[in-house]
């Protein structure tokens, strides 16, 4: 299927949409191996690929109804259809019919994400049928933001439903924090050129300033509500961090680093986040040495705000 999708080999495209059912029975065989079922996974994946806009036009619709009945095996096809567009898009991938026939179902994609719960702390991101549903689904929403140029912050509650996993167990978890900053850094609202020290115009095809506003006030309170820990081991020169405990403290100062990159108005539009973010980089960094990348891109921007007599 993969060097048909390629076009090393040819087949026709009946045959392959023939291919799509069985496909699908077998992933509900209790007797296949793990390895087994994620190569079937792939192959359904770039057969969605190469039939969405000829034979098979409802690949998202019948993807997502095979995520309700087997949520990791179909969150898995959604999460391997970038990659699969990549492999067989030779052009600009956003403006490729095959990426815009996907995006059709964009509306459905998050809505069907934002449904799933959390089993655990989510910890473990591996991109296979290893992960649960819920971290698969939005290493899914990460990839299509990133790749295919998805805009979720479009989509209604999906912004308050960021800000309610930011406040949640799962709030400094990988998925989570890495879906954080492929959406910030994608929003039509950000590295708009700042002007006359105010907020930034956002492009068209805006997404609701109430819905960005309201996710980076929940992220710069979540940053504010881990800052006094932080700050008490910053203070504590013996403290020693675990790598699960260093890998979340380099994600969040990955996300404060975004805010001032993608957001540099912040800095002195709104003081109180300013203080916080400054605040949160600096006790990182004194905690852990990962974070030196984040304070010298911090320091690239304080010195073009200077220039431009920003600050």
């Known amino acids: 299927v993969q060097q048909v999708a390629k076009g090393y080999q040819k087949a026709e495209g009946e045959a392959l949409a023939a291919l799509v059912v069985v496909l699908q029975q077998h992933l509900g065989s209790p007797k296949l191996s793990q390895q087994s079922r994620q190569r079937l996974v792939l192959a359904l994946s770039a057969i969605a690929v190469h039939l969405c806009t000829t034979l098979w036009p409802r690949a998202m619709p019948d993807v997502l109804t095979l995520a309700e009945a087997q949520p990791q095996c179909g969150w898995c096809v959604v999460l391997a259809i970038p990659e699969q567009l990549s492999s067989v898009v030779h052009t600009y991938m956003k403006t490729d019919r095959r990426t815009e026939a996907f995006l059709k179902g964009s509306t459905a994609l998050v809505a069907a994400a934002m449904r799933l719960e959390p089993l655990g702390d989510e910890e473990t991101v591996t991109g296979t049928l290893s992960d649960s549903a819920f971290s698969l689904a939005l290493q899914s929403l990460t990839q299509w933001t990133k790749v295919l140029g998805m805009q979720p912050l479009q989509h209604d509650g999906f912004a308050g439903h960021m800000a309610a996993l930011l406040k949640g167990p799962v709030g400094s978890s990988e998925p989570v924090l890495e879906l954080l900053i492929e959406v910030l850094q994608s929003s039509p609202g950000a590295f708009a050129v700042y002007a006359d020290g105010q907020q930034p115009q956002l492009a068209q095809k805006q997404v609701p300033a109430s819905g960005l506003e309201g996710l980076l006030a929940a992220v710069i309170g979540a940053m504010g509500g881990l800052l006094p820990g932080i700050q008490q081991m910053a203070e504590n020169p013996s403290a020693c961090l675990d790598e699960a405990d260093a890998a979340r403290l380099t994600r969040w100062a990955r996300v404060a680093s975004t805010l ?25 960094f004194l905690v852990h040495p990962h974070i030196a990348q984040c304070v010298f891109e911090l320091w690239a921007v304080l010195k073009d705000a200077n220039r431009d007599e920003k600050l």
């Open 260 to 284: 001032v990159e993608a957001y540099t108005q912040i800095l002195w539009v709104e003081s109180g986040a300013a203080d916080v973010i400054i605040s949160f980089l600096g006790a990182c």
